[in-house]
């Protein structure tokens, strides 16, 4: 069968399917996300036949059954790139532990292009303290673009991240969100706050950075969705004075316990 689209959730659940259905299945177009690697992986440790891992055209082998294993699941990529967004925007030294780097792609490179020194120290990413970071620019000097793929491009989840700690960079850069609908209509809120941002259109925007010359200041708002809800908090943990964040169910689903975690980092979160 050839997917639509690379879509990770509808390539698990057809490989699931799959490994237990009579005769060979043809997966054109699977997603290969790292994610969809090691259900991949556990299920031939299982008893599956998956042939292609890693690739966009999966060929799976029909068995009559399966049998127990053990799988120690992936670090959430998404939680590990929010942080490093976290320390940048914060100006704090954090140390990431047990990341499994080689399973990043290429998230750590895309944070060192808005100019965010990350040192690999083992399986760990270590953000030291900075006062200052600026965006790269291209050869011809025009401005950095930052836009979402499928594996192995950019992660759709991380393009709010990415947007909120430009804001205060040096330098400018184009966000393009070409994978989803109405993900950037969230900056309105960073723009009350501060943050120098041009909506092009639905799907693009142009963040002009503050190099630290005008810090973000506290506002009320609503956590729209997890991606833009997790921004919009580390916008509110390095903005001055105290902002309340409505509809913060939104983050819970994608962050669990994150108000207790980031206390035990030094922030003051409180539940109303």
Not at 146 to 161: A, C, E, K, N, Q
Request: hydrophobic share 45%; proline share 3%; aromatic share 6%.
């Amino acid at each position: 069968m050839l997917l639509d689209e690379a879509s990770v959730t509808g390539t698990a659940n057809i490989v699931m399917a799959a490994v237990l259905a009579e005769g060979t299945t043809t997966i054109y177009n699977a997603a290969c996300e790292p994610y969809l690697q090691q259900l991949c992986r556990m299920l031939v440790r299982m008893g599956a036949t998956i042939q292609g891992i890693g690739s966009n055209l999966l060929t799976i082998e029909g068995v009559e059954s399966l049998g127990g294993t053990e799988h120690r699941m992936l670090p959430d990529m998404i939680e590990i790139g929010s942080f490093i967004g976290l320390a940048a925007m914060t100006g704090s030294e954090i140390t990431i532990k047990d990341c499994q780097i080689p399973e990043l792609g290429i998230i750590p490179d895309t944070f060192r292009k808005l100019g965010i020194q990350l040192e690999f120290r083992g399986d760990d990413i270590y953000i030291p303290a900075q006062a200052h970071y600026e965006i790269n620019t291209y050869l011809d000097g025009s401005i950095l673009t930052v836009s979402d793929h499928t594996w192995p491009g950019f992660t759709p989840d991380l393009l709010s991240i990415i947007l909120v700690v430009a804001t205060q960079a040096k330098g400018t850069v184009l966000i393009h969100q070409k994978m989803f609908e109405s993900r950037l209509f969230f900056v309105d809120k960073l723009i009350d706050m501060g943050a120098q941002i041009i909506l092009c259109d639905p799907h693009r925007a142009t963040v002009i950075g503050l190099d630290r010359q005008k810090q973000l200041h506290g506002i009320t708002m609503s956590s729209p969705d997890i991606r833009a809800g997790v921004a919009l908090l580390i916008a509110a943990l390095s903005a001055d004075g105290t902002s309340t964040i409505l509809n913060v169910e939104q983050i819970d689903r994608g962050y669990q316990n994150i108000d207790e975690r980031l206390n035990a980092l030094g922030a003051d979160i409180r539940r109303i």
